[in-house]
């Protein structure tokens, strides 16, 4: 709805103060959109895809030539400008249709989702690209499913489960609505009920999650007994294969605010 | 208008990129009616020698509707369902509807190609028995202007219609109904013994098409009037195009 690909049925998206619907052509103008999915031209070369993005949108000619020179040195594509993009990799792709979304120079960029299935390196370099856009005063709105990027990249992050909105704040504004802010991860070889159960009741604990063999407590106070932690576990006749004492993290608020905690299993 | 422009030299470039494989395309399906309806019959003296006049004005008229409809109808299939390379042309501030009528030039275009690839190979084939009388050619205008619009917009009414799983299934399902029944290989008037038949394919746009082809081009082929296929074509081209855009921009914002 936000990049005008689906009318809503309530409620009203506003930019700069005005419906989008009411000035469909100019919000259009405002904002850039990068879709997970690849949608590029494959029929086209990776310059022509920036010329013809250009030309729909209206751009002289001479000034598209000069920005898609610009976007494909920038974006490290230069050398496959004249390459027919079915051939692209993946983040070559991702990096072309950012490019394309950035020929018109929107206001506003909508990322999503836009590292999923890339290799190490091309996400480096796309959240460099991102952080510099951001700094020279684009406005990014990024979706992913991987809490990193927000925690590293944004000023504001959403937290929407099933398309409400359960937190809305910074990293750390929505790090602190987790119980605690100490998390003690426990690697055990076997976890249980009755001992998930009792974990919860163990002194100092707020919360706790679970994935696999580990559980996570989240615990209240700046500086957690482990010692009482691994003595309770030697207790119960478990064994402790890992041990890690580290700050929440946007994951966590995730999982504190979606609920998809403990009342899960 | 520039973002028009921009959208209709898209579809050129490709269009030109894939020349072969487009005059291929549109040229095998006529080449194998002509070969073996005026040429192979009519030498075997199963079809009277006459045959190849008879079907002239029909074979052209389908390679025109068949080249602009296939021009338009698979790629739009394609791009909605699969691709969904026209995103970003459908996300221009120009809106979907400059996209849907770009489409229907390229395919008034492809039609015409269409047309002038299939001429020279019917010449060549069934020239010999042809009686060609031009006596109409003032009105060739108005008809190929027409029948490249209804060809297009049956190809974009198509385009929003099918999915891409559903495409081996609109050759033997409608593509071939069509065109036999447009009439191809018999001219309209001489269904007046099947009046429902008659009747019948009077929904199928191919039909005024390939009768107003027979009136400019065969004269002496009995033809639907040409005031009628002319009247026939331009409403169904109306119909389509009215129903294909109004589909188009509710596939292009939900």
């Given at each position: 709805?936000?990049?005008?690909?689906?009318?809503?049925?309530?409620?009203?998206?506003?930019?700069?103060?005005?419906?989008?619907?009411?000035?469909?052509?100019?919000?259009?103008?405002?904002?850039?959109?990068?879709?997970?999915?690849?949608?590029?031209?494959?029929?086209?070369?990776?310059?022509?895809?920036?010329?013809?993005?250009?030309?729909?949108?209206?751009?002289?000619?001479?000034?598209?030539?000069?920005?898609?020179?610009?976007?494909?040195?920038?974006?490290?594509?230069?050398?496959?400008?004249?390459?027919?993009?079915?051939?692209?990799?993946?983040?070559?792709?991702?990096?072309?249709?950012?490019?394309?979304?950035?020929?018109?120079?929107?206001?506003?960029?909508?990322?999503?989702?836009?590292?999923?299935?890339?290799?190490?390196?091309?996400?480096?370099?796309?959240?460099?690209?991102?952080?510099?856009?951001?700094?020279?005063?684009?406005?990014?709105?990024?979706?992913?499913?991987?809490?990193?990027?927000?925690?590293?990249?944004?000023?504001?992050?959403?937290?929407?489960?099933?398309?409400?909105?359960?937190?809305?704040?910074?990293?750390?504004?929505?790090?602190?609505?987790?119980?605690?802010?100490?998390?003690?991860?426990?690697?055990?070889?076997?976890?249980?009920?009755?001992?998930?159960?009792?974990?919860?009741?163990?002194?100092?604990?707020?919360?706790?999650?679970?994935?696999?063999?580990?559980?996570?407590?989240?615990?209240?106070?700046?500086?957690?007994?482990?010692?009482?932690?691994?003595?309770?576990?030697?207790?119960?006749?478990?064994?402790?294969?890992?041990?890690?004492?580290?700050?929440?993290?946007?994951?966590?608020?995730?999982?504190?605010?979606t609920?998809?905690?403990?009342?899960?299993? | 208008?520039?973002?028009?422009?921009?959208?209709?030299?898209?579809?050129?470039?490709?269009?030109?990129?894939?020349?072969?494989?487009?005059?291929?395309?549109?040229?095998?399906?006529?080449?194998?009616f002509?070969?073996?309806?005026?040429?192979?019959?009519?030498?075997?003296?199963?079809?009277?020698?006459?045959?190849?006049?008879?079907?002239?004005?029909?074979?052209l008229?389908?390679?025109?509707?068949?080249?602009?409809?296939?021009?338009?109808?698979?790629?739009?299939?394609?791009?909605?369902?699969?691709?969904?390379?026209?995103?970003?042309?459908?996300?221009?501030?120009?809106?979907?509807?400059t996209?849907?009528?770009?489409?229907m030039?390229?395919?008034?275009?492809?039609?015409?190609?269409?047309?002038?690839?299939?001429?020279?190979?019917?010449?060549?084939?069934?020239?010999?028995?042809?009686?060609?009388?031009?006596?109409?050619?003032?009105?060739?205008?108005?008809?190929?202007?027409?029948?490249g619009?209804?060809s297009?917009?049956?190809?974009?009414?198509?385009?929003?219609?099918?999915?891409?799983?559903?495409?081996?299934?609109?050759?033997?399902?409608?593509?071939?109904?069509?065109?036999?029944?447009?009439?191809?290989?018999?001219?309209?008037?001489s269904?007046?013994?099947?009046?429902?038949?008659?009747?019948?394919?009077?929904?199928?746009?191919?039909?005024?098409?390939?009768?107003?082809?027979?009136?400019i081009l065969?004269?002496?082929?009995?033809?639907?009037?040409?005031?009628?296929s002319?009247?026939?074509?331009?409403?169904?081209?109306?119909?389509?195009?009215?129903?294909?855009?109004?589909?188009?921009?509710?596939?292009?914002?939900?």
């Amino acid at each position: 709805m936000l990049t005008t690909q689906a009318r809503p049925t309530t409620g009203e998206i506003l930019l700069g103060g005005r419906s989008v619907w009411d000035d469909l052509a100019g919000a259009r103008r405002r904002i850039g959109v990068v879709p997970q999915h690849n949608n590029l031209d494959r029929s086209l070369t990776a310059r022509e895809n920036l010329l013809f993005h250009a030309r729909y949108f209206g751009l002289p000619l001479g000034e598209s030539a000069r920005s898609t020179d610009e976007w494909l040195q920038r974006l490290h594509l230069h050398a496959r400008a004249d390459d027919p993009v079915a051939g692209f990799s993946g983040g070559m792709a991702q990096r072309l249709k950012i490019a394309r979304a950035l020929m018109h120079d929107p206001e506003i960029l909508f990322l999503d989702e836009p590292t999923t299935g890339l290799d190490p390196q091309s996400r480096t370099l796309l959240w460099e690209e991102i952080k510099r856009l951001n700094q020279n005063g684009t406005t990014i709105f990024l979706t992913t499913h991987y809490m990193e990027e927000p925690d590293q990249l944004a000023d504001r992050v959403a937290i929407i489960n099933h398309g409400e909105i359960k937190g809305l704040d910074t990293p750390a504004g929505l790090k602190k609505l987790v119980p605690g802010q100490n998390v003690v991860s426990l690697e055990l070889d076997e976890v249980n009920d009755s001992l998930l159960a009792e974990a919860i009741a163990l002194p100092g604990v707020a919360d706790l999650t679970v994935e696999m063999n580990t559980v996570r407590l989240f615990m209240r106070g700046a500086s957690p007994d482990l010692g009482a932690i691994v003595a309770w576990v030697h207790r119960r006749g478990r064994t402790l294969v890992g041990l890690n004492l580290q700050l929440s993290t946007l994951n966590d608020a995730f999982i504190h605010l979606t609920g998809r905690g403990l009342e899960d299993r | 208008m520039s973002a028009f422009f921009a959208m209709v030299q898209r579809d050129l470039v490709v269009t030109k990129r894939n020349f072969w494989n487009f005059a291929y395309r549109v040229a095998m399906l006529p080449l194998v009616f002509i070969f073996v309806f005026g040429f192979v019959l009519p030498n075997i003296g199963q079809v009277p020698d006459t045959f190849p006049t008879l079907m002239f004005g029909g074979v052209l008229a389908m390679s025109v509707m068949v080249a602009g409809l296939h021009g338009v109808g698979i790629p739009l299939i394609l791009d909605f369902g699969v691709s969904r390379e026209i995103e970003d042309r459908l996300l221009a501030p120009a809106g979907p509807a400059t996209v849907a009528y770009a489409k229907m030039v390229i395919g008034v275009l492809e039609a015409w190609l269409g047309g002038l690839i299939v001429l020279p190979l019917a010449w060549a084939i069934m020239g010999a028995d042809l009686t060609v009388r031009l006596e109409n050619l003032a009105y060739a205008v108005p008809v190929l202007l027409l029948a490249g619009l209804t060809s297009a917009s049956l190809g974009l009414l198509l385009g929003t219609i099918f999915k891409p799983s559903q495409i081996p299934a609109m050759f033997p399902g409608f593509l071939i109904p069509m065109v036999l029944l447009g009439p191809t290989f018999f001219a309209w008037p001489s269904l007046e013994n099947l009046r429902w038949v008659q009747m019948l394919v009077l929904v199928n746009p191919l039909v005024y098409v390939s009768e107003a082809f027979r009136a400019i081009l065969t004269p002496e082929v009995p033809h639907m009037a040409l005031g009628y296929s002319l009247l026939g074509t331009a409403v169904s081209t109306m119909v389509m195009a009215w129903v294909g855009i109004r589909r188009f921009i509710r596939m292009a914002i939900q």
